[in-house]
């Protein structure tokens, strides 16, 4: 059984040789993260210890333990990429994710209602909400435009947002602000 001082050992001598036994793996492999991984496993192996015998040469015990990780990782990355290759060529039903005709109608009234309610809109305060709702330009950038304040855009802005939801909600169609913020979450 060994002892706690040759796992000090052991340890003392894989940090001091630490690069070499990288360098060997990485050259060995071809993979500097492959090599990275096993030396990343070899030091945990170190550090939980266990029970075994007497080790003659340290060196050539650590060298044979990252070469075992080294072993063991490329192995599972065998395993994982054969299994990927099987998932690929599977042919996997998907749900069908588009919109049924139900929600195309709706979705469609809900849009000319959009629209409607937009050329409704003084022309100035239509152009301010399209170009910060839809086309996502700063605001800074719009009162350049205008030639506007940055605060007189926000009240222009706030207007447009305040008569695009009443109106939605007079004809009762969903929330245009809920609707926007739920699918910018997505």
């Known amino acids: 059984m060994m002892s706690e001082a040759t796992w000090a050992l052991l340890r003392r001598v894989f940090l001091s040789d630490y690069a070499r036994f990288a360098k060997q793996i990485e050259i060995l492999t071809g993979s500097a993260d492959l090599a990275d991984d096993a030396m990343q496993e070899t030091y945990l192996r170190l550090a939980q210890g266990g029970d075994i015998d007497q080790v003659a040469s340290p060196r050539g015990y650590l060298r044979q333990m990252v ?4 072993r063991k990782i490329m192995r599972s990355n065998r395993v994982r990429s054969r299994f990927i290759d099987v998932v690929e060529t599977l042919d ?3 749900a069908d994710e588009t ?6 109608i709706d979705g469609r009234s809900d849009i000319a209602a959009l629209r409607d309610m937009l050329r409704s809109l003084p022309t100035r305060r239509r152009n301010i909400f399209i170009l910060a709702m839809i086309d996502d330009v700063p ?3 719009i009162a350049e435009r205008h030639r506007l304040g940055v605060r007189m855009v926000q ?3 706030k ?3 305040d008569d695009i939801t009443a109106r ?4 009762n169609v969903m929330d245009f602000a809920k609707a926007r913020a739920d699918a910018s979450k997505e």
């Open 67 to 70: 070469f075992n990780a080294a």
């Open 92 to 94: 996997l039903e998907i």
């Open 99 to 104: 919109p049924g005709a139900e929600r195309q």
């Open 139 to 141: 605001l800074a950038e």
């Open 155 to 157: 009240i222009e802005l």
């Open 159 to 161: 207007r447009a947002r």
């Open 168 to 171: 939605f909600r007079e004809i």
